[in-house]
């Protein structure tokens, strides 16, 4: 595995550090690196990512949102475990893989896991955001793809993963991705880790009374609107139930007037600890707007919680009668009626539990990916 930036200990994990070249590199005569710090303020001797990257940095912050580049200062062609593989598998590669540099001279199978839409945009990651931003963006949105498509068109062994049907049907009509194979792959858990424990536990920790129903919501910014925290809220205190105690992972507040118990446990990165907090819920709640085939769900079913979902990508996959309710569409009522449905309804935690360990352990989704490697390597 190859990263940008390496966070355990695993001999198998690589930093790519060794192949990267800094944008700019000051001149060690004095008066000379004086001249290009005054030149390169003014706009002059800027390499194409800088300016771009300038271009971005210059829109107000009220029309900013998550933006990324397809070019990068690394060369990964040049790294010994790009060299020395049989297959490139890549995951999210924004703001790490050098599109024109890298994709060009490639000359080994592509298997490529597309986590977001953010390859069929330039630097936005799902339709609704640059939908609402892209007036702010258009100059350099429109310059990135022009990169990525000249860039793909000169790479032609790309295999794609899309984790979902929907995501599936939304790139094969795309024009970077229209003649490429596509394979559906979800994404998997350790089914071992997460699993129902002791609810009690992980109550006397957050300060939740026993007998509250408790709704699980989990993701990384809590004040991230494509989540749908806000309609979450909402919905709840429509149905008047002063039992209901809201417990929310993840980073930030939310402010509301609402007469909704909140509780918050800030953001959880050691999966033992979160299982235990899954467990500790009766339902999980699942208001995305926009996903590909999102991992927490997976994580909260596994802990025996049934779940109320927006149609988002991949829960028409995942959810069924036995393990919860996808909601009719977008809306608050829709999520209220959900909700209504499964607190009134009893789950088994073991059927929800088996369920995901049969479909989506991460052995068995390890082993799809086998297949689709000796797929490629002979064919």
Request: aromatic share 12%; glycine share 4%; charged share 20%.
């Amino acid at each position: 595995m190859l990263v940008a930036d390496k966070t355990s200990f695993d001999d198998g994990i690589y930093t790519a550090e060794t192949c990267f070249t800094p944008s700019y590199i000051p001149p060690k005569n004095r008066v000379l690196r004086k001249i290009m710090k005054t030149a390169r303020k003014r706009g002059h001797f800027l390499g194409t990512l800088e300016r771009y990257d300038r271009l971005v940095n210059l829109i107000p912050s009220a029309h900013k949102t998550f933006f990324t580049s397809p070019l990068s200062n690394y060369n990964l062609n040049q790294h010994p475990a790009v060299i020395g593989a049989d297959i490139i598998h890549l995951h999210w590669i924004a703001n790490f893989v050098d599109y024109p540099t890298f994709f060009p001279t490639i000359d080994k199978p592509i298997v490529w896991t597309l986590h977001d839409e953010n390859l069929a945009y330039g630097g936005f990651h799902y339709g609704r955001e640059r939908e609402q931003y892209y007036p702010y963006y258009a100059k350099v949105e429109d310059a990135y793809c022009q990169i990525k498509q000249s860039s793909l068109a000169q790479c032609k062994d790309i295999h794609v993963v899309a984790l979902s049907r929907m995501m599936k049907d939304f790139y094969t009509t795309h024009s970077f991705l229209a003649d490429r194979p596509t394979t559906i792959i979800h994404n998997g858990i350790d089914t071992d880790i997460f699993r129902p424990l002791d609810r009690n536990i992980g109550r006397q920790i957050y300060h939740i009374p026993e007998h509250n129903y408790v709704i699980v919501f989990c993701c990384v910014n809590l004040n991230d609107r494509r989540k749908g925290l806000a309609e979450l809220v909402e919905a709840i205190s429509k149905l008047q139930r002063p039992d209901i105690t809201l417990l929310c992972i993840g980073s930030g507040h939310f402010n509301t007037n609402l007469p909704v118990d909140i509780k918050y446990t800030g953001p959880i990165n050691n999966p033992y600890l979160l299982a235990m907090t899954y467990s500790c819920g009766d339902l999980f709640a699942f208001p995305s707007y926009q996903e590909a085939f999102a991992q927490a769900p997976l994580e909260a079913i596994a802990c025996g919680l049934p779940i109320v979902a927006f149609p988002c990508s991949g829960m028409e996959e995942l959810i069924n009668a036995d393990n919860g309710v996808v909601c009719q569409d977008f809306t608050t009522e829709s999520l209220v009626e959900g909700l209504r449905e499964v607190t009134y309804k009893d789950y088994d935690t073991s059927i929800l539990h088996n369920d995901i360990a049969q479909r989506f352990n991460s052995t068995v989704i390890a082993n799809h990916y086998i297949n689709l490697y000796n797929k490629i390597l002979h064919p």
